[in-house]
């Protein structure tokens, strides 16, 4: 048994005993016979960010092979505000190698994700799936690279307040139980996690908990493992499903709302990406620094950063959490290990020394080559986004870095390249240098319609979606709301009301 199957916490891939991308129609068939599975359920993406679910009762094999192989009709003008109800019909057709046991069905259930096709049979250019496959496409073509992400997702679990082992006031950084009352909710919902295919890197209490009108709010995290941005995008959605159903199962209540409150810590969703080489990492050259491609992606990032936010941060609230002093950045620039920028260079393991040996002075040296581990990390999106357009937007932008000739590239990079907490009074003249990120929706629109032939460039986005992206953000009509909402307690709790349970 390969490594990849050996520890694997999908139950099909242990059965099958390969890795969950070789899944073939006959074994998922196989599967379901020899494993007495009663139901499947095709789950999909819609505009909202939601997944939806069809079920269908197996008791039939003619039948079971029928749905798997031509899929089932779908009204996509239900799912999606850009197709015309005129002409509404979609195909919905499951994706084997997406394939996992539903940890939550009482009736024994295998669930797929599944990919849009339009009435002639191809697949539907404007779906956030294919869109991100397009991004992915080009910017390989135009690069010969991989575009590899992986996502920080954070959210915060509501329970009432307890008055034992009281935690710190935004002091929940990595806290061990009992202080953090929510440790095992967490990893359940990572072993979830991990049974839908998920590639988990770890998990642990955030920042942000404080205590309001009764309730104790916890902010907590789960951080996955690079991989392919498409796979990347499914994880994260099946992961907030995972977590969602968790916390209803056991009487909890979840959000992953960009901002709760004034003065507390908001949730993002950082993206972390890196490039790779016929499968090696090429963030870092051979003196261990960032390599030139790795500062043309940067320079890509910064360039499209104002529009990046229309599919990253999409309801009113999103700009709520983008302010000054609370880890989320409100400039274009980046720096390294760095948290008041947009784009961060984390600490990469380009030492010398050997700690595992230092700490463990009987385990032998080892030769492991941990710069494979290198990234860089974009911290402006939030949960609102809507993953796959989102990852899209970035692929688009690192293509763009790479469109540029190297030199153009890598001045943009030096260019907004800062070494110091820009958010300090001393350090006000570096920041007025700076360009600023939209600071509502509408401006965010604003900066998508001014950059939307980035986008629809080589047919990675439509026209139709770029439109009812831009349309939707005008309509929340926000700007100046953040002050109004700071000023006015009432109409925050309203407005988070309103988008709890956003994305």
Known sequence: MNKTVLLNKNLIVQYLEKPAAEFTRDDIV?????????????????????????????????????????????????????IEAGSSDLYVMPRFSTAFVDPFAEI???????????????????????????????????????????????????????????????????????????????????RYVAQTGGQ?????????????????????????????????????????????????NMGLNVTFAPKITPGKAGSGLHIHMKLTRNGSNVMLDEDLKLSKDARRLIAGLMTMAPSLTAFGNTNPTSYFRLVPHQEAPTNICW??????????????????????????????????????????EIRSGDCSAD????????????????????????????????DVNIHRAENAARLATLNSLPTSCVTSADALLQQRDLYEKLGVFSPGVIDRTIEKLRNYNDVGLCQEATANPELMAELIKAYFHCG
């Open 108 to 190: 024994p259930t295998v669930a797929m994700l599944c990919s849009f096709f339009d009435k002639d049979g191809n697949p539907l250019a404007s779906s956030p799936e294919m869109t991100l496959k397009k991004a992915c496409d080009e910017f390989r073509s135009a690069t010969g690279l991989e575009f590899c992400a992986m996502g920080e997702l954070e959210y915060y679990v509501i329970t009432p307040e307890e008055t034992d082992f009281p935690a710190r006031d935004q002091k929940g950084y990595h806290e061990s139980a009992p202080f953090a009352k929510l440790n095992d909710f967490r990893a359940t919902c990572m």
């Open 30 to 82: 196989r599967f379901i016979i020899d494993n007495e599975i009663e139901m499947v359920n095709f789950m999909y993406p819609a505009e909202d960010g939601r997944l939806k679910t069809l079920n269908f009762i197996i008791n039939d094999l003619d039948y079971l092979e029928t749905i798997l192989t031509t899929g089932e009709r779908v009204d996509g003008s239900s799912l999606f505000s850009f």
């Open 200 to 248: 988990i890197k770890y998990g642990h209490s955030e920042v942000g908990n404080f205590v309001l009108d009764g309730f104790n709010w916890e902010q907590n995290e789960i951080e996955f493992l690079p991989v392919a941005a498409e796979l990347a995008a499914d994880q994260l959605i099946l992961a907030k499903w995972v977590i969602r159903n968790l916390a209803y």
């Open 387 to 418: 993953v796959h357009y989102y990852l899209a937007g970035l692929a688009v932008a690192a293509r763009l870095g790479f469109e540029m000739t190297e030199a153009d590239a890598l001045q943009v990079a030096e260019k907004n390249y800062v």
């Open 335 to 376: 720096g390294d290990r760095n948290r008041s920028v947009l784009v961060r260079v984390p600490l990469g393991w380009t030492t010398s020394n050997d700690m595992c040996h230092v700490a463990n002075p009987l385990t032998p040296p080892s030769k492991f080559d941990a710069a494979q581990k290198q990234t860089i």
